[in-house]
């Protein structure tokens, strides 16, 4: 995986997340902390969106998936022809933290900072 000294001044670091980003939604059916039906529909509206600007940007999959669950992940998007240069991990050397640091973050589960008048806690 890329690993970076300093901060990128030519492109931007993104971080997506898989399940209801980079596919359409969460099928995974949950018993006893174990899954079944691990399905994976793409989300063409995001990743029609990563291809076309693939070189623009580093990749970061920003996922809670671990071990297969992780792997499953990572085997969908290469054969979609998606590409990360950093899974669950910084592009940027950081010894002081490891919280996921990216320009933009793309998550189903987020809220813009220009809406949270509209949040509802």
Same mark, same amino acid.
């Given at each position: 995986?890329?690993?970076?000294?300093?901060?990128?001044?030519?492109?931007?670091?993104? #971080? %997506? @997340? +898989?399940?209801?980003? !980079?596919? *359409?939604?969460?099928?995974? $059916?949950?018993? /006893?902390? =174990?899954?079944?039906?691990?399905?994976?529909?793409?989300?063409?509206?995001?990743?029609?969106?990563?291809?076309?600007?693939?070189?623009?940007?580093?990749?970061?999959?920003?996922?809670?998936?671990?071990?297969?669950?992780?792997?499953? #992940? %990572? @085997? +969908?998007?290469?054969? !979609?022809? *998606?590409?990360?240069?950093? $899974?669950?991990? /910084?592009? =940027?050397?950081?010894?002081?933290?490891?919280?996921?640091?990216?320009?933009?973050?793309?998550?189903?589960?987020?809220?813009?900072?220009?809406?949270?008048?509209?949040?509802?806690?």
């Amino acid at each position: 995986m890329l690993k970076l000294n300093e901060w990128p001044k030519n492109k931007k670091i993104v #971080a %997506i @997340d +898989f399940d209801g980003t !980079i596919t *359409i939604a969460d099928y995974r $059916i949950w018993h /006893n902390n =174990v899954y079944t039906n691990d399905i994976h529909i793409e989300n063409t509206t995001v990743t029609n969106w990563v291809r076309n600007h693939r070189n623009d940007m580093y990749l970061i999959l920003w996922t809670c998936r671990i071990g297969k669950a992780l792997d499953d #992940a %990572i @085997d +969908f998007c290469n054969s !979609i022809n *998606i590409h990360f240069d950093a $899974i669950n991990d /910084n592009i =940027v050397c950081f010894e002081s933290s490891n919280k996921i640091m990216a320009d933009i973050y793309i998550d189903d589960k987020s809220v813009s900072i220009n809406n949270l008048n509209e949040v509802i806690l």
